[in-house]
């Protein structure tokens, strides 16, 4: 199963992608916020489109920035197409790396049982 990571910068993406990967999964973070090619996050083919979101104070609480909200929003309007596609929507605020990863995990999860017992019943056919 191949897991797509986009958001604004500091959203934890590639925090998320590293966690997804120590547990086996493939996952990509695509740098999507900084492309004008509104689908650019297809280009990996995923099964599973993640979306991060993350506000402006907590950006500057994660990393020192030089811009606002104004950047925020151009970072949101590039990312409109993958957020109308995500499977899965995680707005990163209050949440540490592991809840993060957590939520990542059990939607994952969900979905591979969905499709083992998908798989089960067929066979049962």
Not at 20 to 26: D, F, H, V
Not at 35 to 55: A, C, E, F, H, N
Not at 96 to 107: D, R
Request: net charge neutral.
């Amino acid at each position: 199963m191949r897991v797509v990571v986009v958001g604004p910068c500091a959203s934890g993406k590639t925090t998320l992608v590293g966690g997804l990967r120590q547990a086996g999964i493939e996952a990509y973070n695509v740098a999507q916020e900084h492309s004008g090619i509104k689908r650019l996050w297809q280009k990996k083919q995923p099964d599973i489109l993640i979306m991060l979101d993350v506000s402006l104070p907590t950006v500057r609480q994660r990393r020192a920035v030089p811009w606002g909200e104004e950047r925020l929003i151009l970072q949101r309007e590039r990312l409109s197409d993958a957020r109308d596609h995500a499977d899965l929507y995680i707005h990163t605020d209050n949440l540490t790396k592991e809840e993060v990863l957590n939520a990542a995990l059990n939607f994952i999860e969900g979905i591979e049982y969905s499709d083992a017992d998908a798989k089960r019943y067929q066979n049962r056919s």
